[in-house]
């Protein structure tokens, strides 16, 4: 079975510092990986995936994340934060066991970004 | 700029009362997840289906939860009765079309019962 682990449940930063999110996940197969973020009172928004082909992915607002396999590892870069950038962030995994349409989500990040 | 829609946006009810959230996947999505957020369980997936057809609904409580799709363009998640340990908020994605591997999310249905 699959499964996330986020390894901080909160990161404060200051603002234009850069920022790394630590996701790990445990599967033996092929696996797809996603980053969400969850601004207050509002849904899940898509930041980026990996789905194949290169490890490095660039999503929006600035966002990269690294796929490493032979350390499971999904983590969520951004070398310059924003105040706006504040939001609980969320690690995903498909794969062939759920189906490559069922997520399992990490307990989420949640990303302070003080002036 | 298509989204997917959720009413209503909060509830509240009193224990024993029937709920049911609605949602409005994607044109062109086939795929419809149900899940609820809450601090202690996080994300939990109740239910999903595809082409209107209940795939998996593990995670649901059976005896209090129903999730259907009257048609491509609703599906409902209905609680009843409703107990305060169903105070959370529910959201509902689809996924399908083009990207097939991605899940767009509603916004969320704060339910409090009280």
């Known amino acids: 079975a699959q499964s996330v682990t986020q390894l901080d449940s909160q990161v404060p930063v200051f603002e234009e510092a850069p920022v790394e999110l630590r996701c790990n996940y445990s599967?033996?197969?092929?696996?797809?990986l996603f980053w969400y973020v969850q601004y207050p009172n509002q849904g899940l928004q898509l930041l980026l995936k990996?789905?194949?082909?290169?490890?490095l992915v660039k999503g929006i607002n600035g966002f990269e994340a690294e796929f490493n396999k032979s350390q499971t590892s999904f983590h969520l870069r951004k070398p310059s934060v924003h105040i706006s950038d504040t939001a609980e962030y969320f690690c995903?995994?498909?794969?062939?066991?759920?189906?490559?349409?069922?997520?399992?989500f990490g307990a989420g990040t949640r990303l302070a970004v003080h002036p | 700029d298509a989204r997917v829609t959720q009413t209503p946006r909060h509830k509240v009810t009193e224990m024993g009362q029937e709920v049911t959230m609605r949602c409005q996947p994607i044109?062109?999505?086939?795929?419809v997840f149900w899940y609820r957020q809450t601090m202690m369980q996080g994300l939990e997936l109740l239910a999903y289906?595809?082409?209107?057809?209940?795939?998996?609904d593990s995670g649901m409580p059976k005896d209090r939860f129903s999730a259907e799709m009257p048609d491509a363009t609703l599906a409902t998640l209905k609680i009843q009765p409703s107990e305060p340990r169903d105070s959370a908020v529910y959201f509902c994605?689809?996924?399908?079309?083009?990207?097939?591997?991605?899940?767009?999310f509603g916004p969320g249905t704060r339910l409090t019962v009280l």
């Open positions: 599967s033996s197969v092929s696996v797809y």
């Open positions: 044109l062109g999505h086939n795929t």
């Open positions: 994605a689809s996924g399908g079309g083009q990207e097939t591997d991605t899940q767009y």
């Open positions: 289906f595809r082409n209107r057809a209940p795939l998996d």
């Open positions: 995903a995994v498909s794969g062939p066991s759920g189906g490559y349409n069922k997520l399992i």
């Open positions: 990996y789905l194949s082909g290169s490890t």
